[in-house]
């Protein structure tokens, strides 16, 4: 059975740093795209970064929101991808869900094949 396990969540203040960490089990996603979603209290999931290979190339994208203070990571030997925080901020806050698939273009709509359980993050101010 396919399974995503986030780690790395905790209460940090603003202006600190969290990694955060997605192991995944039950295949090989070294072809596959992984991502980060976030979901806070009363509001919609939001992506968050994903990262893929094409051509040997890796690829990242990145939400306009966290664009400069996250990076996306991933090592495949392990089988896990990361998602590394600086600059953090209250408006963060919230439940980080790992994701994986096959297509980007559906990852990136929130259709991943996989999700994850999700961690929390939170960020005082």
């Known amino acids: 059975q396919v399974q995503l396990v986030e780690s790395g969540g905790g209460l940090v203040q603003a202006g600190g740093s969290l990694r955060l960490s997605c192991a995944a089990s039950g295949r090989t996603f070294s072809s596959d795209v992984l991502g980060w979603f976030r979901q806070a209290p009363g509001t919609k999931r939001e992506f968050v970064a994903a990262?893929?290979?094409?051509?040997?190339?890796?690829?990242?994208d990145y939400a306009d929101s966290v664009k400069g203070r996250f990076t996306i990571s991933r090592d495949n030997a392990r089988n896990t991808v990361y998602l590394q925080m600086n600059s953090l901020k209250p408006e963060d806050t919230a439940v980080y869900y790992c994701?994986?698939?096959?297509?980007?273009?559906?990852?990136?709509?929130?259709?991943?094949?996989?999700w994850g359980q999700g961690t929390q993050v939170t960020v005082s101010s």
């Open positions: 990262i893929w290979s094409a051509t040997s190339t890796y690829y990242a």
């Open positions: 994701a994986a698939g096959s297509s980007y273009g559906r990852l990136r709509l929130a259709l991943p094949d996989y």
